[in-house]
């Protein structure tokens, strides 16, 4: 069975967001793999430890520094890793993006059994490449998933989160499943696999190595663009109400419908 796992290059959770005019200010940022792709990363090694994959591919898009996320990927026990990389990129949309992964898994060979995402990406959090790339490769999809079980060759179980409870889906190979906090938990690199992931392959595509033209990625292909960001506004301080129950529900409710304005 072989596996293609899919990594974002991400700003740390402990980064401090800065704006620079309307745009985010990326320097000095720390990028680091998606916690959320660390789950699949995970899942992906242990079938191969159980015997059940014979390949784990690491993928990812994005510039240059993506190839440290790729290689945090290869020490936890990826085979070998692929980066698209290129200027036109930029500026590419969930779909645009979703588009060029499927290019990247024709390029590879198109005969992967098992496509694994993290749930979310933590800096777009949109959750939508996963389901976007199934739907361009016609797969079946299960999100969320907390507890997988493969039958190479065959089917995957997979129980996901659902509101109040989970659901159990069986799907037949090849499928996509996202990966959800739950599902394992992800091992730490050992200093001898860090090393050895420095030699394993690592392969770079551009645009035109996958054959798609610039205007298909970047703001000029994608469907959607951000035009902006803005930092949430200051917390104030809080308000407290005094005095009998009923003149505390009076009050309460005149600052509800009056100043907040959410009744």
Same mark, same amino acid.
């Given at each position: 069975m072989?596996?293609?796992?899919?990594?974002?290059? #991400?700003?740390?959770?402990?980064?401090? #967001?800065r704006l620079?005019?309307? !745009?985010?200010d990326?320097?000095g940022?720390?990028?680091?793999?998606?916690?959320?792709? *660390?789950?699949?990363?995970?899942?992906?090694? !242990?079938?191969k430890?159980?015997?059940?994959?014979?390949e784990?591919?690491?993928?990812?898009?994005?510039?240059?520094?993506a190839?440290?996320?790729? !290689?945090n990927a290869l020490?936890?026990?990826a085979?070998?890793a692929v980066?698209v990389?290129d200027?036109?990129?930029?500026g590419?949309?969930t779909?645009?993006?979703?588009?060029?992964?499927?290019?990247?898994l024709?390029?590879?060979?198109?005969?992967?059994?098992?496509?694994?995402?993290?749930?979310?990406?933590?800096?777009?959090?949109?959750?939508q490449?996963?389901?976007?790339?199934?739907?361009?490769?016609?797969l079946?999809?299960a999100?969320?998933?907390?507890?997988l079980?493969v039958?190479p060759?065959?089917k995957a179980v997979a129980?996901?989160? #659902? /509101?109040?409870g989970?659901?159990?889906?069986?799907l037949?190979?090849?499928?996509v499943i996202t990966?959800s906090?739950g599902?394992?938990?992800?091992?730490y690199?050992?200093?001898p696999?860090i090393?050895?992931?420095k030699?394993?392959?690592?392969?770079?595509?551009?645009?035109?190595?996958?054959?798609i033209d610039a205007s298909e990625?970047?703001?000029?292909?994608s469907?959607t *663009?951000?035009?902006?960001?803005e930092?949430?506004?200051?917390?104030?301080?809080g308000?407290?109400?005094?005095?009998e129950?009923?003149?505390?529900?009076?009050?309460?409710?005149?600052?509800?419908? /009056?100043?907040?304005?959410?009744?």
């Amino acid at each position: 069975m072989k596996i293609a796992v899919f990594c974002k290059s #991400v700003p740390d959770t402990e980064t401090k #967001v800065r704006l620079k005019g309307d !745009r985010l200010d990326t320097s000095g940022i720390k990028y680091i793999l998606n916690p959320y792709d *660390e789950f699949a990363v995970e899942e992906a090694v !242990r079938m191969k430890e159980a015997k059940k994959a014979e390949e784990i591919v690491a993928i990812s898009m994005g510039p240059a520094r993506a190839q440290e996320a790729l !290689r945090n990927a290869l020490a936890i026990g990826a085979d070998r890793a692929v980066l698209v990389t290129d200027d036109a990129l930029d500026g590419s949309d969930t779909l645009a993006t979703a588009k060029v992964l499927v290019k990247v898994l024709e390029k590879e060979g198109g005969d992967f059994d098992l496509l694994l995402f993290g749930q979310r990406a933590i800096d777009g959090d949109t959750w939508q490449v996963p389901s976007q790339v199934a739907a361009l490769l016609d797969l079946p999809q299960a999100t969320c998933t907390v507890a997988l079980e493969v039958e190479p060759g065959s089917k995957a179980v997979a129980t996901r989160l #659902v /509101e109040g409870g989970e659901e159990i889906h069986e799907l037949t190979l090849p499928a996509v499943i996202t990966c959800s906090k739950g599902l394992n938990e992800p091992r730490y690199p050992s200093l001898p696999n860090i090393m050895k992931a420095k030699k394993k392959p690592l392969t770079t595509y551009s645009l035109g190595d996958l054959g798609i033209d610039a205007s298909e990625v970047g703001k000029n292909g994608s469907r959607t *663009e951000v035009l902006s960001y803005e930092l949430p506004p200051a917390r104030g301080g809080g308000k407290k109400v005094e005095g009998e129950p009923e003149e505390v529900v009076a009050e309460l409710v005149k600052f509800l419908k /009056e100043e907040i304005k959410v009744i």
